[in-house]
């Protein structure tokens, strides 16, 4: 089966701290890799993503930047975080029919 | 650019009430459409889906039909239970370029005994 995983689930970092949230893929060679964030009561944002190894994408200007180092391996970051960073980050990967299917996340609160 | 816009929630219903949240797209071409459940805590799960005009996706009693005249991919289901308590993402994929998904903002289910 095809397999997402995120972590850490939960994180709390004080301001100007820096970010790595990792995720990793199983069972697939050569997805596509999406970063989403949801902010507290709303919908999803897309901010990376990726076709191939080193290949990222920015859909939002920010604090954040993104990595892909191996095939299933898609890495989020920051140098010094904000306050505005906080919010539930999920991994993505394409699926076959254009469908999404998505790690279980990472909740991340700036302090 | 490509929009979803779902109801504003929370919708409160009581167990075995009929439920429709609906979903309205602009898009370019014929995107695929898709229902996306969240349970708290969780992540995104795949509920249905439908990939042209007037297929019908269904899950677990839930139903929406992609309506290509109305531009909406509304959420139905018979007999809401408490454990369908839970966000509901509408959400369209792109076929082309970045084939991400738009999602709309959401709508919160709570469902009473």
């Known amino acids: 089966s095809q397999t997402i995983h995120q972590w850490p689930a939960t994180l709390v970092q004080p301001v100007g701290s820096p970010l790595s949230l990792e995720c990793t893929v199983e069972?697939?060679?050569?997805?596509?890799l999406y970063w989403y964030r949801q902010a507290a009561g709303r919908g999803l944002q897309l901010l990376f993503y990726s076709v191939g190894i080193g290949q990222i994408s920015s859909e939002v200007p920010q604090n954040l930047s993104a990595s892909r180092p191996q095939d299933r391996q898609f890495i989020l970051s920051s140098k010094k975080l904000l306050l505005s960073d906080s919010g539930f980050y999920l991994c993505a990967r394409r699926g076959a029919n254009t469908e999404a299917f998505f790690g279980q996340g990472t909740r991340l609160t700036v302090v | 650019g490509d929009s979803v816009t779902q109801m504003e929630g929370p919708v409160t219903l009581s167990e075995e009430a009929f439920l429709t949240i609906n979903c309205t797209y602009t898009a370019t071409g014929y995107p695929s459409l898709f229902w996306y459940v969240q349970y708290p805590g969780e992540g995104l799960q795949l509920l249905l889906k439908a990939t042209k005009a007037d297929d019908k996706g269904s899950n677990k009693g839930f139903e929406a039909t992609y309506r290509k005249e109305t531009t909406s991919f509304h959420l139905e289901k018979g007999s809401v239970q408490v454990s369908d308590s839970a966000v509901y993402f509408c959400?369209?994929?792109?076929?082309?370029?970045?084939?991400?998904?738009?999602f709309g903002s959401g709508t919160r289910l709570q469902v009473q005994p």
């Open positions: 069972g697939t060679s050569n997805p596509n």
């Open positions: 959400a369209l994929s792109e076929r082309t370029g970045r084939r991400a998904l738009t």
